[in-house]
């Protein structure tokens, strides 16, 4: 179309090379610079599923931003102890300048009598996302707090991405191939875990350091057992890990708290359907417990049902970073071949 406009025009060929070649020179200037002045970004800074608030207040009230932060304080779930998933900071907007900027999170709210929502990505660091809201009133946030209410959802999934991307990075593939072997699926293995135990259509792996125990724990779920794992999935869960998963005291070991809240969810992980459940658990015999997620695959022509149970023991400290390193390996899953 641009050809036949320039030949509309009554243009020599040369001009219209000429032209031509000025537009293409341009658009090439244009993307080089773009290219450049990424490189020429800092990386950003800040803790997981921390978030910067930008604050405004010439143009909303303290009650405006004390609704938005309601609404994105969003529970973690069932926890020994009540825990948001976001951590938020709040900064005005005459001293957002300097290594503030750089946070991987950011919620700028501008006034605007359109609501609006856009995500933006690299705009003063390196792998960063900056959310704008565009809202004229407090009233007008209450109009959309479910779109303001599934924030925290983006944010963790943009957090899971970069857990993933560094997972893929560096990780254990002795353990991963060991993992296809054993369950004819792939999982990735992040640097820093161990093999706890192996047997046939059974894996567990460990991460232990001074401030906390993470666990993912694999099982090929046998016939006679599909009823009970989809009826009755935490007594299921017990009969798994009771004879493997032991405390520090003779006798002592892990099961599913059955006075705990439990919160179950449908989820697809690469196109694979599965049961998410996430509840406590407790050392019988002894005074320890924690989080557990589990994860229950119903099975396939090819893949038979499988179980990912994982658990963190952190006592004492926030449970959001280290839940969402166990999810993040768990969505490495998938149905490939071995390599």
């Given at each position: 179309m641009f050809i036949k406009l320039l030949n509309s025009c009554k243009l020599t060929k040369a001009q219209q090379y000429i032209i031509i070649s000025i537009i293409v020179f341009f658009g090439v200037f244009f993307w080089l610079s773009k290219l450049q002045l990424q490189s020429e970004l800092p990386n950003a800074i800040g803790d997981p599923l921390e978030l910067v608030v930008v604050r405004d207040s010439d143009a909303h009230t303290n009650r405006f931003y004390q609704?938005?932060?309601?609404?994105?304080?969003?529970?973690?779930?069932?926890?020994?102890?009540?825990?948001?998933?976001?951590?938020?900071?709040?900064?005005?907007?005459?001293?957002?300048?300097?290594?503030?900027?750089?946070?991987?999170?950011i919620l700028i709210i501008t006034k605007s009598d359109n609501f609006n929502i856009k995500f933006e990505n690299d705009v003063f660091a390196k792998n960063q996302t900056v959310i704008i809201i565009s809202c004229n009133s407090e009233h007008e946030l209450i109009s959309n707090e479910e779109k303001i209410r599934q924030l925290h959802e983006e944010i963790k999934t943009v957090e899971i991405n970069r857990l993933i991307t560094s997972i893929e990075k560096k990780n254990n593939n002795n353990l991963k191939n060991k993992i296809l072997e054993n369950h004819n699926v792939s999982m990735l293995v992040p640097n820093g875990f161990f093999l706890a135990h192996l047997e046939k259509g059974l894996t567990w792996i460990r991460r232990e350091t001074n401030k906390l125990s993470q666990g993912v724990f694999l099982a090929n779920i046998p016939p006679e057992m599909e009823q009970l794992f989809f009826t009755q999935t935490s007594i299921a869960i017990d009969s798994m890990i009771r004879p493997h998963i032991l405390g520090p005291i003779s006798g002592s070991y892990m099961i599913t708290d059955k006075n705990a809240p439990v919160k179950k969810d449908t989820i697809s992980i690469n196109g694979i359907e599965m049961i998410k459940q996430q509840s406590l658990w407790r050392m019988k015999n002894d005074f320890m417990g924690g989080i557990y997620v589990s994860y229950i695959f119903h099975g396939s022509s090819q893949v038979e049902p499988f179980i990912i149970y994982t658990y963190l023991y952190s006592p004492g400290e926030p449970k959001k970073t280290p839940l969402i390193q166990l999810d993040a390996i768990v969505r490495t899953l998938s149905f490939k071949s071995y390599n």
């Open positions: 609704t938005i932060k309601n609404l994105l304080n969003t529970d973690l779930g069932p926890s020994p102890q009540p825990e948001s998933i976001l951590s938020i900071i709040e900064i005005e907007n005459n001293k957002f300048t300097g290594i503030l900027q750089r946070h991987h999170n």
